[in-house]
């Protein structure tokens, strides 16, 4: 039985549009046994550029599309935004009540949070088997992806990760499901450390930031990572070699898998992209 994908994006940059084309050129491919049955996008059009290319690929496929602008919802209820590390406020919860109303219409078998920016509070998470995609390895840094690349370079880390997890309503704290490595020393990193050698962090954040070219080093292995780990993660699900009963991730004998490595596929996936 073809599998049925919810796909949830805030799609603030280009890495949210890559992923969704990977998947939809797999799936009319036939190399992935599954349809999205609906994108959710938790921004109107209008509202950011990036986002509206975004809805215009999602029309252009013509995949069922539902937009709900939690940025809206929130300022007419008069509501500040949310702050980071702060507890979920009343207001989202009613938020993706309203959610999970609008896709009532659209079931599907597993969601894909692939670029979506908003934290789920225990209602869809306890409803939906819902994929987070995060750009480190089990046991690895924890927040947006930039956070991570500092924290990788804060720490002098020798390997950083993708993994795709259980969302929960706590901040990347679900159980992995699939994960990839890779090393960021080496050819093409041992000159980029070399030459932060003595920096500062703070000084370093102020002086380059993300244009550093150790952080867009890291960052552009890690999204080169990201699609293979989506599509290959997606397509173990599709084959029933990997399954989730009661937000356990299940092999074919029913046996519990804490987090299935993947590394050896994606590496083989993603040789050329780095080359």
């Known amino acids: 039985m073809t599998l049925r994908l919810g796909w949830f994006a805030t799609a603030r940059g280009q890495t949210s549009r890559k992923l969704l084309s990977a998947a939809q050129d797999a799936i009319v491919a036939g190399s992935l046994d599954a349809e999205i049955a609906v994108v959710f996008c938790n921004r109107k059009p209008g509202e950011d550029p990036n986002t509206d290319s975004f809805l215009e690929q999602v029309r252009a496929y013509g995949l069922p599309l539902v937009c709900l602008s939690s940025r809206d919802f929130r300022r007419a209820r008069g509501k500040e935004p949310v702050r980071k590390g702060d507890p979920l406020p009343k207001w989202r919860a009613d938020y993706d009540r309203e959610l999970i109303r609008l896709l009532e219409p659209h079931p599907f078998d597993l969601g894909v949070l692939a670029g979506y920016m908003l934290i789920f509070s225990s209602e869809p998470s306890n409803r939906w088997d819902l994929l987070n995609l995060h750009p480190a390895a089990p046991g690895g840094p924890k927040g947006m992806w930039q956070d991570v690349i500092w924290e990788l370079i804060a720490t002098r880390a020798e390997r950083a990760g993708v993994m795709l997890h259980l969302a929960t309503p706590e901040l990347d704290e679900g159980p992995p499901v699939t994960y990839c ?55 173990a699900f599709a084959d029933r070699r990997l399954r989730i009963s ?11 898998v804490p987090g299935h490595d993947l590394t050896d596929q994606i590496e083989r996936a993603v040789a050329s992209a780095l080359a």
Do not use: C, M
């Open 181 to 235: 490595t890779y090393p960021i020393r080496g050819d093409g990193f041992d000159r980029l450390w070399q030459a932060i050698e003595g920096t500062d962090l703070e000084r370093l954040k102020e002086s380059a930031g993300e244009s550093n070219e150790l952080f867009a080093e890291i960052r552009r292995h890690g999204v080169a990572h990201e699609i293979p780990l989506v599509i290959e993660t997606l397509r």
């Open 246 to 256: 009661d937000k356990q991730v299940l092999n074919p004998k029913g046996r519990s």
